[in-house]
Nanobody
Framework: QVQLVESGGGLVQPGGSLTLSCAAS????????MSWYRQAPGEERELVAT????????TYTNSVKGRFTISRDNARNTVGLQMNSLKPEDTAVYFC??????????????WGQGTLVTVSS
């Protein structure tokens, strides 16, 4: 079965940096678009970033552009999210999501368990 396991969350001060990682298994990772979503306390879930199957294309929500970088390593079946210049409003549970599969021609919509990022002084 599809499995996504996030790690790297924690407490960081405003202006600091944090790197999230997602280990994927149970599907053809190299043919699948991957995303990071987040859900802040009392808020709806939000798409943060998406990366194409090869890693050639990335998209970001406006609030994180220039601060966050999504990446992937298809040899290791991992996707990362480098977060810099963190702000309190970045506080949320961050989820790794497997999306569109080129090989299956369908969206997997598989979610990890989430990792909590808290930005606070």
């Amino acid at each position: 079965q599809v499995q996504l396991v996030e790690s790297g969350g924690g407490l960081v001060q405003p202006g600091g940096s944090l790197t999230l990682s997602c280990a994927a298994s149970g599907f053809t990772f190299s043919e699948t678009y991957m995303s990071w979503y987040r859900q802040a306390p009392g808020e709806e879930r939000e798409l943060v970033a998406t990366i194409s199957d090869t890693g050639a294309s990335t998209t970001y929500t406006n609030s994180v552009k220039g601060r966050f970088t999504i990446s992937r390593d298809n040899a290791r079946n991992t996707v990362g999210l480098q977060m810099n210049s963190l702000k309190p409003e970045d506080t949320a549970v961050y989820f790794c999501v497997a999306g569109w599969s080129d090989i299956l021609e369908t969206a997997l919509n598989a979610w990890g368990q989430g990792t909590l990022v808290t930005v606070s002084s």
